[in-house]
T-cell receptor
């Protein structure tokens, strides 16, 4: 499985933007970049995913480098409820239409949000 | 009600006992998974099922078994619990394709 590298921890202030980086230099052409987050005492929660183009949804934005070897999850205005561990995961997708079933979780980035 | 419900939320059991963790979902997804999380580590896949008649081992299936009773129900059993199976267990569901997973809130299992 292609691996991802994330900082162990980051800190932000409430109502400020947060940029969470992820390096994935061995990404293959069929790998999608997925982000999940895990709030304290809860199961992981899907945040966003993308392949090549930048993506936006109600939770966050995903900026993908042109060479796809890195990506950044952007929380536009951090709140205290965004304090969580954020996981960047590569998930393959075959040309035959099947997806890689397995999500391989690393240690993620622990985001602390200060009031 | 939660989309993915796990029971019990917490359980303490003794070494050697058989224990079952249950998972039910209202998402209508065919694919279901069991993951384990240990402190400071990411989630690791135990078993997965793509439909009622399909059961597959994940990366750490030894000491565990599963049952897919219906599309909506997927149970994980520890036949003879041991202390190093103390962990947080998560059930998840997904559609086919490249959609995101939906996780339950987890079962915290302690084996003493």
């Amino acid at each position: 499985d292609a691996k991802t590298t994330q900082p162990n921890s980051m800190e932000s202030n409430e109502e400020e933007p947060v940029h969470l980086p992820c390096n994935h230099s061995t990404i293959s052409g069929t790998d999608y970049i997925h982000w999940y987050r895990q709030l304290p005492s809860q199961g992981p929660e899907y945040v966003i995913h993308g392949l090549t183009s930048n993506v936006n949804n109600r939770m966050a934005s995903l900026a993908i480098a042109e060479d796809r070897k890195s990506s950044t999850l952007i929380l536009h205005r951090a709140t205290l409820r965004d304090a969580a561990v954020y996981y960047c995961i590569l998930r393959g997708f075959s040309n035959s239409g099947g997806s890689n079933y397995k999500l391989t979780f690393g240690k993620g980035t622990l985001l602390t949000v200060n009031p | 009600d939660a989309d993915v419900t796990q029971t019990p939320r917490n359980r303490i059991t003794k070494t050697g006992k058989r224990i079952m963790l249950e998972c039910s979902q209202t998402k209508g997804h065919d694919r279901m998974y069991w993951y384990r999380q240990d402190p400071g580590l990411g989630l690791r896949l135990i078993y997965y099922s793509f439909d009622v008649k399909d059961i597959n081992k994940g990366e750490i299936s030894d000491g565990y078994s599963v049952s897919r009773q219906a599309q909506a129900k997927f149970s994980l059993s520890l036949e003879s619990a041991i202390p190093n199976q103390t962990a947080l267990y998560f059930c998840a569901t997904s559609e086919g394709g490249n959609y995101g997973y939906t996780f339950g809130s987890g079962t915290r299992l302690t084996v003493v």
